[in-house]
């Protein structure tokens, strides 16, 4: 049984309950990250804790971050993961224990902390040159999207829809505007371009997302941060999602109609390689 | 101390947990509804039931709403609320407890059923004379209001800028046209017409919200399902918010501006007699 971490308690994770009453079970009042671990050491944590900080300060849920810094490594020492060649630490912060009412709980009300730690294994190579499989499907989520809320209840009904069709992710669409993942963003290849849907609030700007945009540009690709359709994407020369789990993921296949050539292509491989070569750099 | 009902068992309130892994508390992935009762009579059960089964079965968890039935009276009794004026049962069915995954779990997975009742109390005569208050905000939810999801983030942040304000209610509206309240629906009086939004995918159509349209209808009064804009309801003649727990409540004053007289007008008089009138036959 793994140990997770609940308001300042490790305990087994069959252990672990929070009140009826929790404003995460009740509203879904609350926000998440995900962050990964190479042997035992994280990635990009500085920019993780700064999405979550501003998350919680727009939603106005007073947390201090600091005690994420300290469940990180122990969650990952106390689950025996510390040589796993990929793991992650997930982390919910919800605005408490209250009774029910829509407007914030007395300011006393403490935020309940929950975070688990999980190992996850890498596409293999054989995988990466497979290419993925996706769905389209209706975005059909709140205006704040940026805000990494636990209300997924659109994102979970989407990530279905791929799983009806034995499908590994989804392309969510705005009215035929493409935004992004069920919990990743999208990246198009046109022309030799990366095109990606700009961080304009009607996505989730990823973490990754973000290291793709500066590695390919300091590496001399074009990049645009711009609107496409579905009619864009079907007729791309490559497409490839992108994310804290998803890591690079090359799709070839969306609806059943092929993608450029149906493999994985030289962008996408480019931008792979960029990805890797740069974990040195993004541990802490 | 209350008793509350979860998964089955009657238990003390601060003795009611779920898992971390309720889908719930990780995802709100569920939907709720709150029926009231009047000396343990509850009113309109059926058509919350059916708007519960609809929503469960849009959102494809599958579950018996029976066992609801049975919870409703049951839960009345053990709190001693037989007797309450005006009560309320909440209840709350989640997609179970699985590990962390968006798509849906093992269908073997046994929704959770969570319900708490409490007493409420009904406005006085003074408190409906005096008229109500309300605040305007942005419409952030998803696409799918009309499923009564926990999800609520977006009712909560609306809520809480009515809180801060110092108003009972918020006015719902995308880019000025007007929805609906975070939990209960608008009415606006125009030229003796009532107009509320249509029941068109982009509000959750409230039982009372229909009932008023239906009796406001036999009575020779014109309703209109059609939207509105603020502008329409900054110069409208009269306005009220209708909702399970609200009943029929008159707002004069939104944003700080006067609504129609300032007072509760004829017609949303009329219709909390026609309201009041139907409660005989709304009991079960």
């Given at each position: 049984m793994d140990t997770v971490y609940l308001n300042g308690d490790y305990l087994a994770h069959d252990e672990?309950?929070?009140?009826?009453?929790?404003?995460?079970?009740?509203?879904?009042?609350?926000?998440?990250?995900?962050?990964?671990?190479?042997?035992?050491?994280?990635l990009l944590v500085?920019?993780?804790?700064?999405?979550?900080?501003?998350?919680l300060a727009e939603i106005r849920i007073d947390f201090d971050a600091r005690e994420i810094e300290e469940l990180l490594p122990e969650l990952?020492?106390?689950?025996?993961?510390?040589?796993?060649?990929?793991?992650?630490?997930?982390?919910?912060?919800?605005?408490?224990?209250?009774?029910?009412?829509?407007?914030?709980?007395?300011?006393?009300?403490?935020?309940?902390v929950y975070a688990y730690a999980a190992q996850l294994t890498r596409a293999t190579e054989a995988e990466f040159e497979a290419g993925s499989t996706a769905v389209t499907f209706p975005d059909l989520r709140w205006l704040m999207p940026r805000i990494k809320t636990t209300g997924l209840l659109p994102n979970v009904l989407a990530q279905e829809a791929a799983a009806q069709a034995g499908a590994v992710d989804v392309v969510l669409h705005r009215d035929g505007v493409v935004t992004e993942g069920a919990h990743n963003n999208i990246?198009?290849?046109?022309?030799?371009c990366l095109i990606t849907a700009p961080a304009d609030d009607m996505i989730l700007p990823g973490v990754i997302r973000g290291c793709v945009i500066e590695m390919a540009r300091e590496?001399?690709?074009?990049?645009?941060?711009?609107?496409?359709?579905?009619?864009?994407l079907f007729s791309a020369?490559?497409?490839?999602?992108?994310?804290?789990?998803?890591?690079?993921?090359?799709?070839?296949?969306v609806d059943g109609r092929r993608i450029g050539t149906?493999?994985?292509g030289?962008?996408?491989?480019?931008?792979?390689?960029?990805?890797d070569a740069a974990f040195g750099s993004w541990h802490t």
């Open positions: 672990a309950f929070v009140s009826v009453d929790d404003r995460g079970f009740i509203f879904g009042d609350a926000c998440y990250e995900a962050i990964v671990a190479h042997q035992g050491r994280f500085d920019r993780h804790l700064r999405r979550l900080r501003s998350a990952i020492r106390r689950n025996s993961l510390d040589n796993a060649d990929f793991a992650m630490v997930y982390v919910q912060v919800t605005r408490g224990v209250a009774p029910r009412a829509h407007a914030f709980p007395d300011p006393t009300t403490s935020p309940t990246f198009i290849v046109k022309d030799a590496a001399g690709i074009t990049v645009e941060e711009a609107h496409f359709t579905l009619e864009d020369d490559e497409m490839f999602f992108s994310g804290t789990t998803t890591e690079i993921r090359p799709t070839v296949i149906g493999a994985p030289p962008l996408t491989r480019r931008v792979r390689s960029l990805y």
